[in-house]
Structure formats: C-alpha cells, structure tokens
Nanobody
Framework: QVQLVESGGGLVQAGGSLRLSCAASLGTFSNYAFSWFRQTPGKEREFVAAISQTGTGFQYADSVKGRFTVSRDDAKNTVNLQMSSLKPEDTAIYYC??????????????????WGQGTQVTVSS
C-alpha cells in the first residue's frame, strides 16, 4: 500500500524558513521520483519542485527558484523541501507527490499517481 505523509508545516513570518518532510511507504523508494505541489482555495494545484529517482535531477517553479531546495534521503525513505525567504504568497497547502513510471519532473499534477494528505504552510506579513 502506497502512503505519503507530509509534516513540518506551520505558521511563520515573512522572511522565515520551514522544512517540509514527506515520509514514503511505497515499495522500492529509489524507483520513484517525487514532487511538491501547493494549492490555495479556488485554485488548481501548482507545481513547486521536483527531484529525480537518482536525486541528481531537480526542477523548480520560477516563483520559488533560489529560495526552495528539494532533497531526498533514500536511507530514510523521505523527501524534503527546505523553504527559505518565505513570502505571504507562499501560503498554501503543500502536497508531496510520487510517480513510479520511470519519468521524473513534470508540472502537471495529473502525471502523479500518489499523493499525501497535505500540510498547511501559512506565512504572515
């Protein structure tokens, strides 16, 4: 059974930092590529960052480039999103997503078969 569980969300002031984690239970962890998406009420889920199966490929949305860093720890079956210089417009529910089809990246949420339940990030001005 595939399970993704996000943690680390919370309330932070603008300019602050948060680290999100995604604990994954999905068989052979190294076979999966992961991404982070975020969503605000009334809007479609938005791509944030992606990391390849090998951990050597990275992709970021322009809005977070230079501020967010995605990483994976295959020994712990976790994927992390380090968020710095946070802005109020970063406020959203953040979701971890996985794909096991040998591809990685991709900004379309429909490409991902597995999702976590989400964690709320709120950035106050």
């Amino acid at each position: 059974q595939v399970q993704l569980v996000e943690s680390g969300g919370g309330l932070v002031q603008a300019g602050g930092s948060l680290r999100l984690s995604c604990a994954a239970s999905l068989g052979t962890f190294s076979n999966y590529a992961f991404s982070w998406f975020r969503q605000t009420p009334g809007k479609e889920r938005e791509f944030v960052a992606a990391i390849s199966q090998t951990g050597t490929g990275f992709q970021y949305a322009d809005s977070v480039k230079g501020r967010f860093t995605v990483s994976r720890d295959d020994a712990k079956n976790t994927v992390n999103l380090q968020m710095s210089s946070l802005k109020p417009e970063d406020t959203a529910i953040y979701y971890c997503a996985a794909r096991g089809d040998s591809l990685w990246g991709g900004t379309n949420f429909k490409d991902y078969a597995y999702w976590g339940q989400g964690t709320q990030v709120t950035v106050s001005s």
